[in-house]
C-alpha cells in the first residue's frame, strides 16, 4: 500500500471538504479549492478526517494514490494556513516596485520588466531586495515564483539576478593575474 496514499488527511477546525460527483472542494478561511478525481480513486470523510482508497494494486492505481492524497492535503494546508515562496533580488541598481497587482522590476535591462500577478496570488516587495509570492494553491505559487526567477537567472561570477531566498547557488572563481 503506498505510505503517502495510506496517511488520513485531518481537516482541521474553520475548514471543510466535501466529496461529490468526483471532484474534492476544500473550504477553510482563506478561500476555496476544487479538484477532480479519477474514478479508480475513492474518497471518505468521516468526523473530520479524510481517507483516500484506491480499487485495485495496479501500478497506474498506486500511483494516483499517493498524488491525490498528496493534492488533498495540499488544498487542506492552502486553505488554512496559505503557501509562500520569497525571492532575493541581488545587483548593482537593481530596484524593484509594486502598483497594485503589478510587478516592475529594473534589473539590468535597458527596460523595466513588468509581470502581472494571477488571480489568487499576491506579490510584495520587502525593501529593494525580496519578493514574496503568497496564495492559497501551491502550484500557483510555485509557477508565478519560478517565472519571476527566470526574468533574470543568477549569474555565476557576482551572484546578480533572482533566486529563491534558500537557494545556494555555486559561485565560480574569477579570473586570476598572470603575474606570480
Avoid: C
Avoid at 11 to 28: H, R
Avoid at 59 to 83: C, E, P, Q, S, W
Avoid at 118 to 134: D, F, H, R, Y
Amino acid at each position: 500500500m503506498s505510505r503517502i496514499g495510506r496517511l488520513p488527511v485531518t481537516i482541521p477546525a474553520g475548514a471543510s471538504a466535501e466529496f461529490k460527483d468526483g471532484v474534492v472542494t476544500v473550504n477553510g478561511p482563506l478561500g476555496t479549492l476544487s479538484q477532480s478525481i479519477n474514478k479508480k480513486i475513492n474518497v471518505k470523510i468521516e468526523a473530520g478526517v479524510l481517507h483516500v482508497e484506491r480499487s485495485s494494486d495496479a501500478k497506474d492505481d498506486r500511483a494516483l494514490h499517493g498524488l491525490y492524497r498528496a493534492l488533498i492535503n495540499n488544498m487542506v494546508t492552502g486553505v488554512t494556513k496559505g503557501f509562500t515562496k520569497v525571492l532575493a533580488v541581488s545587483g548593482v541598481g537593481y530596484k524593484l516596485a509594486i502598483n497594485g497587482n503589478k510587478l516592475t522590476m529594473n534589473i539590468g535591462y535597458s527596460h523595466p520588466v513588468e509581470y502581472e500577478a494571477p488571480a489568487g496570488i499576491k506579490i510584495t516587495v520587502n525593501g529593494n531586495t525580496e519578493i514574496t509570492v503568497a496564495g492559497i494553491d501551491k502550484h500557483a505559487v510555485g509557477q508565478v515564483a519560478a517565472t519571476i526567477k527566470d526574468f533574470k537567472k543568477v549569474e555565476p561570477y557576482h551572484g546578480y539576478g533572482i533566486r529563491y531566498k534558500d537557494e545556494v547557488v555555486l559561485m565560480k572563481e574569477g579570473k586570476k593575474s598572470g603575474k606570480k
